[in-house]
């Protein structure tokens, strides 16, 4: 397509989508109850107070999983289907770069210099703690399981590119049960609560670590399993040397 | 106060619409994949600016509670789709780069022109 | 016009030059590392619009990650720049 | 306490500045890889401590933030200069120790 005709379509689009878009700003009325719809308002109360009044206090417990960060609360808790989906196309996303990348190619990766060969493992392991941290503070700080388990994959990736070192087998092992423990987590609530993946272990005090033990379980799996897919899946994209078998 | 939503909405959506151009215009498909995620990273502004409003806090209650109305915080549910929706696009991302590397070395091109299929059925 | 919408029309013009270098650049590998600015001015737009968990994500796997990806597929498809013209 | 924080963010960001002037000054890559690394690094650690002491409890993570760029930034800046003396990009002197050094070890 040439590109007076994309520009020509492009504009097309642009004058129809931004004339009714701007025709339902709204205007100088604010939005009803500040944005939130009900459904958003329903799990913002339940986190908070058990969906009995509008505000915060301070020492609130029976909550329904007593978590500091609301959007933890509805990724894991309220939406946990939609997680446990998410993962299984991730998943799949990665099962099919090992199946188009892989095979037994077994050169050696060429390294990086001495400077950065040296120092690769000691940033690789302070990224490693850092997301660790990040992803076992998912329910009480801006965080979780997601860009926790990027960043150790964005670990492993350095000490790959920097030593070069393989991606070790095991972390097919670790997807595996990931997943496996994931829907076990998943078959308690059923035998306990009478539903899938409902919050079988309580909850104590809101903001503190151990007070929302079901979260802290479900983010450091889903941390676990996308560490090792996301490492695993890149690791077959390092160019290799060609030739040299050692 | 909508000049703020005004600005984030458009701006979205202009950076969709670049995205669909770089899409439309281009043979390479590495340039394909570029416009690609340039257009999900729109659309995943767009969702998350459709549901700004000036002031709202971050949904997170901390340590420390004071007595706050529900209504001060910004809305979750869109940023908990957008969480999803990212780390599900640096999984197409990948998929799209691993069939573009199978290309290159099947047809020696990743010239979408070029390419024909009975080269690729050999 | 207030303090933080100037500054979000900023981030937002400065995302939006990078998408059109991203679309126009001759350089391949330029396009890739145009992408992860054009990640990082969302990211910090996320962290405008009340989102910090949104911003993590994007700043770690958008302006990380699939940067790093993106160098790492030229590399290893052995695409050269110099067949990468395309008109 | 908050003038300390506002003279030490007032350093950083004039040692920012200063790089960013020596990214458009610079003669190659190479000197411009020397401002852009090392005056930011010096421009980030004055800006962070100076918020640290704007907000006292954000203090250890962002003594983790200096630690992090210190042991990252000299890497990067390393590598990137690296791969320019690979590809062959020349230095604006007229002098190449690097390049004659290395002749000398295939010579032997």
């Given at each position: 397509?040439n590109?007076i005709?994309?520009?020509?379509?492009?504009?097309?689009?642009s004058?129809?989508?931004?004339?009714?878009?701007?025709?339902?700003?709204?205007?100088?009325?604010?939005f009803?109850?500040?944005?939130?719809?009900?459904?958003s308002?329903?799990?913002m109360?339940k986190?908070?107070?058990?969906?009995?009044?509008?505000?915060?206090?301070k020492?609130?417990?029976?909550?329904?999983n007593?978590?500091?960060?609301?959007?933890?609360?509805?990724?894991?808790?309220?939406r946990?289907?939609?997680?446990?989906?998410?993962?299984?196309?991730l998943?799949?996303?990665?099962?099919?770069?090992?199946?188009?990348?892989?095979?037994?190619r077994?050169?050696?990766?060429?390294?990086?210099?001495?400077?950065?060969?040296s120092?690769?493992?000691?940033?690789?392991?302070?990224?490693?703690?850092?997301?660790?941290y990040?992803?076992?503070?998912?329910?009480?700080?801006?965080?979780?399981?997601f860009?926790?388990?990027?960043?150790?994959?964005?670990?492993?990736?350095?000490?790959?590119?920097?030593?070069?070192?393989?991606?070790?087998?095991?972390?097919?092992?670790?997807?595996?049960?990931?997943g496996?423990?994931?829907?076990?987590?998943?078959v308690?609530?059923?035998?306990?609560?009478?539903?899938?993946?409902?919050?079988?272990?309580?909850s104590?005090?809101?903001?503190t670590?151990?007070?929302?033990?079901?979260?802290?379980?479900?983010?450091a799996?889903?941390?676990?399993?996308?560490?090792?897919?996301?490492?695993?899946?890149?690791?077959e994209?390092?160019?290799?040397?060609?030739?040299?078998?050692? | 106060?909508?000049?703020?939503?005004?600005?984030?909405g458009?701006?979205?959506f202009f950076?969709?619409?670049i995205g669909?151009?770089?899409?439309?215009?281009?043979?390479?498909?590495?340039?394909?994949?570029?416009?690609l995620?340039?257009?999900?990273?729109?659309?995943?502004?767009?969702?998350?600016?459709?549901s700004?409003?000036?002031?709202?806090?971050?949904?997170?209650?901390?340590?420390v509670?004071?007595?706050?109305?529900?209504?001060?915080?910004?809305?979750?549910?869109?940023?908990?789709l957008?969480?999803?929706?990212?780390?599900?696009?640096?999984?197409?991302?990948?998929l799209?780069?691993?069939?573009?590397?199978?290309?290159k070395?099947?047809?020696?091109?990743?010239?979408?022109?070029?390419?024909?299929?009975?080269?690729v059925?050999? | 016009?207030?303090?933080?919408?100037?500054?979000i029309l900023?981030?937002?013009?400065?995302?939006?030059?990078?998408?059109?270098?991203?679309?126009?650049?001759?350089?391949m590998?330029?396009?890739?590392i145009m992408?992860?600015?054009?990640?990082?001015?969302?990211?910090?737009?996320?962290?405008?619009?009340?989102?910090?968990?949104?911003?993590?994500?994007?700043?770690?796997?958008?302006?990380?990650?699939?940067?790093?990806?993106?160098?790492?597929?030229?590399?290893?498809?052995?695409?050269?720049?110099?067949?990468?013209s395309?008109? | 306490?908050?003038?300390?924080g506002?003279?030490l963010?007032?350093?950083g960001?004039?040692?920012?500045?200063?790089?960013a002037?020596?990214?458009?000054?610079?003669?190659?890559?190479?000197?411009?890889?020397q401002?852009?690394t090392?005056?930011t690094?010096?421009?980030?650690i004055?800006?962070?401590?100076?918020?640290?002491?704007?907000?006292?409890?954000?203090?250890?993570?962002l003594?983790?933030?200096?630690?992090?760029?210190?042991?990252?930034?000299?890497l990067?800046?390393?590598?990137?200069?690296?791969?320019?003396?690979?590809?062959?990009?020349?230095?604006?002197?007229?002098?190449?120790?690097?390049?004659?050094?290395?002749?000398?070890?295939?010579?032997?």
């Open positions: 397509m590109k005709a994309a520009i020509f379509l492009i504009g097309l689009i004058a129809g989508a931004l004339g009714v878009y701007i025709s339902n700003l709204p205007g100088k009325k604010p009803k109850r500040n944005g939130h719809n009900d459904i308002r329903a799990y109360t986190t908070a107070n058990g969906g009995k009044r509008n505000v915060i206090k020492g609130d417990r029976k909550l329904e007593s978590s500091s960060n609301i959007v933890t609360a509805v990724v894991l808790d309220y946990g289907f939609d997680t446990l989906g998410e993962v299984t196309v998943f799949a996303a990665i099962a099919g770069i090992g199946l188009l990348l892989g095979g037994s077994r050169r050696r990766i060429r390294p990086a210099g001495p400077v950065i060969s120092m690769a493992p000691w940033i690789a392991a302070f990224i490693i703690i850092t997301s660790a990040i992803f076992l503070h998912g329910h009480l700080s801006p965080g979780g399981g860009p926790g388990g990027a960043m150790i994959a964005a670990g492993f990736l350095i000490m790959v590119l920097g030593m070069g070192s393989r991606a070790p087998k095991i972390f097919k092992t670790i997807e595996t049960f990931g496996l423990a994931f829907i076990t987590v998943g308690i609530g059923f035998l306990k609560k009478g539903s899938f993946l409902q919050n079988a272990f309580g104590g005090e809101v903001g670590l151990f007070g929302s033990i079901f979260l802290g379980i479900l983010y799996i889903i941390g676990f399993k996308v560490a090792a897919e996301l490492s695993s899946g890149f690791g994209f390092v160019a290799e040397e060609e030739g040299k078998h050692e | 106060m909508n000049n703020t939503i005004f600005i984030l458009v701006g979205a950076l969709m619409m669909l151009y770089g899409v439309l215009t281009n043979r390479n498909v590495f340039r394909l994949i570029l416009g995620g340039l257009m999900e990273t729109g659309v995943n502004l767009f969702i998350v600016g459709a700004y409003w000036k002031g709202g806090k971050p949904p997170i209650l901390g340590t509670f004071e007595t706050k109305a529900v209504d001060s915080y910004a809305d979750p549910v869109p940023q908990a957008v969480l999803t929706s990212i780390v599900i696009g640096l999984g197409v991302t990948a799209a780069l691993a069939l573009m590397v199978r290309l070395e099947t047809t020696k091109s990743i010239d979408i022109i070029e390419t024909k299929e009975e080269e059925n050999e | 016009m207030s303090a933080v919408n100037i500054l900023i981030i937002t013009l400065v995302m939006l030059a990078g998408a059109a270098a991203v679309v126009t650049m001759k350089s590998i330029g396009a890739a992408e992860g600015i054009v990640s990082l001015m969302a990211a910090l737009l996320f962290l405008k619009m009340g989102a910090p968990d949104v911003a993590i994500t994007q700043a770690v796997i958008g302006a990380g990650l699939s940067t790093a990806l993106f160098v790492m597929a030229l590399n290893r498809a052995g695409i050269d720049e110099k067949e990468a395309d008109e | 306490m908050e003038i300390a506002a003279i963010v007032s350093i960001v004039l040692f920012t500045l200063l790089g002037l020596g990214l458009v000054r610079m003669p190659d890559v190479y000197n411009r890889l401002a852009g090392k005056a690094t010096l421009g980030f004055g800006i962070a401590l100076g918020v640290g002491f704007y907000e006292p409890q954000w203090f250890p993570k003594i983790l933030m200096v630690v992090f760029i210190v042991m990252t930034a000299p990067s800046s390393h590598n990137l200069a690296r791969a320019a003396h690979v590809i062959g990009i020349k230095p604006v002197g007229e002098v190449d120790s690097l390049a004659s050094k290395e002749a000398d070890n295939e010579r032997r």
